[in-house]
């Protein structure tokens, strides 16, 4: 595991985004694993920037995101295609049909799970999967738990995640409470995994995913397992450290 501690959340997100660019301009047909919340948002910023200053091209890119509620359709603001697309997509030359998200409107949660783990995997690995992390330890929305669920499906959310994520809707009531995730089978398989942490808020979670014990009750802990992992934090999520 390599840590990269940053001043600030721009610096956190300049770092991130360098390594993801790297990973295009190697390989232009790489297949990304993407994620939402407000962690990585400085780092699409950073993405379109150098778009727009002609230095990446996603003309080949795939990408595979990582989560997404049940039951939110696509044109609510607050669903993860939403997201995607007013923050990454709709800003560089990607094409829409290489991008995959969860279907939140499938209702029948067996059949969505399914379909999307057989997409993912059908397309290949995953060369960088992007993560946050939520104040209680999950990654993607692998919440924490008794055992480690390995491919994608529904999860019902904790209290603790509607209560950090009601910022972004109305009131609590109105977060679903239900959402599609990649299973931690699915986020393990890719070649490199890259996590952006930012906020004292994220300090106890990131400080248990780096030292505490390798369990499912802090789901980021299995990424020490991985063989390539980068945790990109500035200096507010070290706090504790
Ligand atoms: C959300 C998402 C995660 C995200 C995490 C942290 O619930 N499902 O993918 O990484 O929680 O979110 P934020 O970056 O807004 O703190």
Redesign the pocket.
């Known amino acids: 595991m390599r840590i990269i501690e940053t001043k600030t959340y721009e610096d956190m997100s300049k770092q991130a985004a360098n390594i993801i660019a790297s990973v295009v301009t190697l390989k232009p047909d790489c297949m990304l694993g993407l994620?939402?919340?407000?962690?990585?948002i400085g780092t699409y910023e950073e993405l379109v920037k150098k778009y727009e200053a002609g230095e990446l091209d996603f003309s080949e890119v795939t990408t595979v995101n990582?989560?997404e509620y049940k039951g939110l359709p696509k044109e609510n603001k607050q669903s993860y295609y939403y997201f995607m697309h007013d923050n990454l997509f709709d800003k560089v030359n990607i094409k829409p049909e290489n991008t995959h998200l969860p279907d939140g409107t499938n209702l029948d949660s067996e059949e969505e799970a399914a379909r999307y783990e057989a997409l993912v995997q059908s397309l290949g690995t995953v060369d960088l999967q992007l993560?946050?992390?939520?104040?209680n330890g999950?990654?993607?929305?692998n919440e924490p738990g008794d055992s480690f669920v390995e491919p994608t499906h529904c999860v019902d959310l904790k209290e603790s995640?509607i209560e950090?994520?009601k910022r972004f809707f109305e009131s609590a009531d109105d977060v679903p409470k239900q959402?599609y995730?990649m299973g931690i089978g699915t986020i393990m398989r890719a070649k490199k995994i890259l996590v952006v942490v930012s906020g004292e808020d994220?300090a106890q979670a990131l400080k248990d995913t780096i030292c505490g014990p390798i369990s499912p009750k802090v789901p980021g802990t299995i990424l020490r397992l991985h063989p390539d992992v980068t945790i990109v934090a500035d200096e507010a999520a070290m706090s504790l450290m």
């Not at 994620?35 to 990585?40: H, K, L, Q, R, V």
């Open positions: 994620a939402t919340g407000s962690s990585p990582l989560d993560l946050g992390l939520g104040r999950h990654i993607g929305f995640t950090a994520n959402a995730s994220k």
